[in-house]
């Protein structure tokens, strides 16, 4: 079992920053992959940013690359997502995900663990 809970979201106004944490407990941290996922009302799920097992991989949704930093430390069990130039559309309730296969990264069902979402809220 893998136990995710997220920290760090809130109110922001456009333009501004937010870092998103998730703190991992439970299997050995480092051999999964770890994604961001979003969810706003009333639309689906979307990925987000991923990043693999060492830390080199990473990847980005197209709406979020030069804005959204994924990172990860190992050796304190977290994951963060670093978030700048927040947009109103980024607004959505945001979820830290495990993955335990090595497969693509920004599909939802390939990740097995999920956190319980950390509402992110930009004004405009």
């Known amino acids: 079992q893998v136990q995710l809970v997220e920290s760090g979201g809130g109110l922001v106004q456009a333009g501004g920053s937010l870092r998103l944490s998730c703190e991992v407990s439970g299997r050995t941290f480092s051999t999964y992959a770890m994604g961001w996922f979003r969810q706003a009302p009333g639309k689906e799920r979307e990925f987000v940013a991923a990043i693999r097992w060492g830390g080199i991989s990473t990847y980005y949704a197209d709406s979020v690359k030069g804005r959204f930093t994924i990172s990860r430390d190992n050796a304190k069990n977290t994951v963060a997502l670093q978030m700048n130039s927040l947009k109103p559309e980024d607004t959505a309730v945001y979820y830290c995900?495990?993955?335990?296969?090595?497969?693509?990264?920004?599909?939802?069902?390939?990740?097995?663990?999920w956190g319980q979402g950390t509402q992110v809220t930009v004004s405009s």
């Open positions: 995900a495990a993955q335990l296969a090595r497969v693509p990264p920004a599909t939802a069902s390939h990740y097995d663990y």
